[in-house]
């Protein structure tokens, strides 16, 4: 039997994941309810599809949390200038970014602010649109 045949499947079940793991911005954060967090770095994850960031802080009102933080792709933060040690566990930081639509404790960043006051850029949210 024809390899390619039996390869099908798998390729089309391969494609499909694809699809439905990747997401857009606009079907998970509303850019119009836009969030600001200062805290402490728990967790840096510097993976694709997304790098993640987990801090233990406040939102503009205020409100304590426990936060996760969507990054752009590893490639993406790398040309923006981060590195793998760029947030360690207990690095105090701003994050300014769009709300997760879901009302969790999640945003997409659209930029880290760091103690020495370098900021660093995350690509992820639509470009061209300030955090408000």
């Not at 509303?30 to 233990?56: C, M």
């Amino acid at each position: 039997m024809n390899r390619s045949i039996l390869l099908l499947p798998s390729l089309t079940a391969a494609l499909a994941f694809q699809v439905y793991a990747h997401h857009s911005f606009d079907a998970e954060f509303d850019r119009n309810k836009p969030a600001t967090l200062r805290g402490s770095v728990t967790k840096f994850d510097l993976i694709n599809p997304h790098g993640w960031i987990y801090l233990d802080g406040t939102d503009e009102t205020g409100k304590p949390g426990k936060w996760s933080a969507e990054t752009g792709n590893v490639s993406s933060l790398l040309r923006r200038g981060w590195k793998k040690d760029s947030l360690k566990p207990g690095t105090e930081v701003i994050i300014e970014g769009s709300r997760a639509k879901d009302g969790s404790n999640t945003i997409n960043v659209r930029s880290v602010k760091l103690p020495d006051g370098r900021t660093l850029f995350s690509g992820t949210a639509p470009e061209g649109e300030p955090a408000k």
